[in-house]
C-alpha cells in the first residue's frame, strides 16, 4: 500500500515557465513533508519542507503548497530553469514507536528545456 | 566536513556471494538509515538505527542485516547476495526531534548482482 503517491513519472517545461509536481498522501498521521531533488548517481539533496500546520512555505523559486483537507501538496518552482531538471521526489515525515522514518513517493522525472 | 560517505562506489557480486557496505557519517548524527533505490519504485527503507548499538527493519529488511557499533558508522549486510538485490544504496542520517526532519544523504552504492 503506497502511502505517499507521485503520479506523475515524468514532467517536461520550457525554461523560464513554472513547474508544477505534486504529491497525494493516504496516512493523516504524517506531520511534516519534505522535498527532495536527486541529480543522477548522486545522493538525493533536501529541497524544501512544510510542517502539517501550515499551508505555504516559500524559499526562492521553490514554494510548496499543503492541502491537509485534500492530502495534497505541490512543489512550484518559478521560473524554472535548465539546472533544475532533476528527478524530485516527495517525502512524509512519521513518529512510530519513539523513531522518526520517510516515507518516499516514486519520484517524478522534471526536464527543463532551454 | 564530509558529510555522508559511502564505500564501496560499486560492486558487482556472484549471487550468493557476501558483501558489506559502508556508511559514515561525521555530524554527529544519532538516527541512520539504509534505503535502496529501484528504477520507478521511489526509496524504500531496509532498516535503520536511532543510536548507537540499536537497529531496527524497515519496508524490506529481508535479506540484509545491520550493524550500529559507533555512532558514526552504520554497516549494511548482504549474507548471501541474489540477483533481486540489484539496487542503488543509499545511506543516510539526521539528528532527532523536530528541529529538523532532514534526512542527509550519501552518494550511494550501485551493486550488481549477477
Known amino acids: 500500500d503506497q502511502q505517499v503517491k507521485q503520479n506523475s513519472p515524468s514532467l517536461s517545461v520550457q525554461e523560464g515557465r513554472i513547474s508544477i509536481l505534486n504529491c497525494d498522501y493516504t496516512n493523516s498521521m504524517f506531520d511534516y513533508f519534505l522535498w527532495y531533488k536527486k541529480y543522477p548517481a548522486e545522493g538525493p539533496t533536501f529541497l524544501i519542507s512544510i510542517s502539517s500546520i501550515k499551508d505555504k512555505n516559500e524559499d526562492g523559486r521553490f514554494t510548496v503548497f499543503l492541502n491537509k483537507s485534500a492530502k495534497h501538496l505541490s512543489l512550484h518552482i518559478v521560473p524554472s530553469q535548465p539546472g533544475d531538471s532533476a528527478v524530485y521526489f516527495c517525502?512524509?515525515?512519521?513518529?512510530?514507536?519513539?523513531?522518526?522514518?520517510?516515507?518516499f513517493g516514486k519520484g517524478t522525472k522534471l526536464t527543463v528545456n532551454p | 566536513n564530509a558529510g555522508v560517505t559511502q564505500t564501496p562506489k560499486f560492486r558487482v557480486l556472484k549471487t550468493g556471494q557476501s558483501m558489506t557496505l559502508l556508511c559514515a557519517q561525521d555530524m554527529n548524527h544519532e538516527y541512520m538509515y539504509w534505503y535502496r533505490q529501484d528504477p520507478g519504485m521511489g526509496l524504500r527503507l531496509i532498516h535503520y538505527?536511532?543510536?548507537?548499538?540499536?537497529?531496527a527493519k524497515g519496508e524490506v529488511p529481508d535479506g540484509y542485516n545491520v550493524s550500529r557499533l559507533k555512532k558514526q558508522n552504520f554497516l549494511l549486510g548482504l549474507e548471501s547476495a541474489a540477483p533481486s538485490q540489484t539496487s542503488v544504496y543509499f545511506c543516510?542520517?539526521?539528528?532527532?526531534?523536530?528541529?529538523?526532519?532532514?534526512?542527509?544523504f550519501g552518494p550511494g552504492t550501485r551493486l550488481t548482482v549477477t
Open positions: 538505527s536511532v543510536g548507537e548499538g540499536t537497529t
Open positions: 543516510a542520517s539526521r539528528t532527532p526531534g523536530r528541529a529538523s526532519y532532514e534526512q542527509y
Open positions: 517525502a512524509a515525515d512519521i513518529t512510530q514507536g519513539g523513531s522518526e522514518k520517510l516515507v
